[in-house]
Nanobody, 122 residues
């Protein structure tokens, strides 16, 4: 079975950092792009950052640029989202997702993890 397990969320103060992990199993991780998305209460799910399967090309939302870094370790079948200088508006459930192509739009992603809560206090 395809599984994506997101972890690493928590409660932090503004300005602090968190690293989210996304552990994958049940599919050929190397061949899939990985995306991180988030959903705040009362808002639609939105893209945060994505990374390609091949050369590691990545894209980030404007809100994440300069603060968040996406990476992946194909040998460990794990993707990461390093989040620095966190702000209260980053509070959301963060999801990782995968799809067998390259692109960042949320509609492209087939496989989804269960999400991990990130709460940033002011």
């Amino acid at each position: 079975d395809v599984q994506l397990q997101a972890s690493g969320g928590g409660l932090v103060q503004a300005g602090e950092s968190l690293r989210l992990s996304c552990a994958a199993s049940g599919f050929s991780f190397d061949d899939y792009s990985i995306g991180w998305f988030r959903q705040a209460p009362g808002k639609e799910r939105e893209g945060v950052s994505c990374i390609s399967s091949g050369d590691g090309d990545s894209r980030s939302a404007e809100s994440a640029k300069g603060r968040f870094t996406i990476s992946r370790n194909n040998a460990e079948k794990t993707a990461y989202l390093q989040m620095n200088s966190l702000k209260p508006e980053d509070t959301a459930v963060y999801y990782c997702a995968a799809f067998a192509g390259w692109g960042c739009p949320i509609g492209l992603y087939d496989y989804w993890g269960q999400g991990t809560q990130v709460t940033v206090s002011s």
